[in-house]
């Protein structure tokens, strides 16, 4: 009897099994289906088009997730976003600052100064929704 290859933090082994088509949604959907490599790219292709666009979420949530699972091309991405964070790169500086903070809270200590330029370039108005959204 074969069993089917059971992949932790994915979808359910039943639905791992189908094959991703080839062509645009391939990366998508091995992403989907928790191969780290395809994560990355789906990572790195999110933080391309953020250096345009202004928002790092997705980015953000896909490095963060492979940073987690100790992928280290997850964690050079990771600080990579956090770096364009700092430097306001993100277009909602209230989000980017909480978001910050939040790893700031985690212990990722040198993102202290990154904060701080983002701080900077932040009206009092902002920095105190920020503030409050973070839970400072």
Not at 78 to 106: C, E, F, P, T
Not at 109 to 130: F, G, I
Request: net charge neutral; charged share 25%; hydrophobic share 45%.
């Amino acid at each position: 009897m074969m069993f089917a290859p059971f992949v932790v933090g994915t979808i359910p082994a039943a639905a791992a099994e189908a094959e991703c088509a080839s062509g645009d949604g391939w990366v998508a959907c091995e992403a989907e289906k928790g191969d780290r490599m395809a994560m990355y790219v789906k990572a790195r292709n999110a933080y391309e088009t953020a250096r345009t666009s202004g928002d790092f979420s997705e980015a953000l949530a896909l490095s963060r997730q492979l940073a987690a699972e100790g992928d280290k091309n997850g964690e050079r991405l990771l600080k990579m976003v956090y770096l364009q964070l700092g430097w306001g790169a993100h277009r909602d500086y209230v989000q980017a600052y909480a978001w910050l903070s939040k790893a700031i809270a985690g212990g990722a200590d040198y993102l202290v100064s990154w904060r701080k330029m983002l701080a900077e370039k932040m009206t009092p108005e902002q920095l105190a929704e920020a503030k409050k959204l973070a839970g400072s």
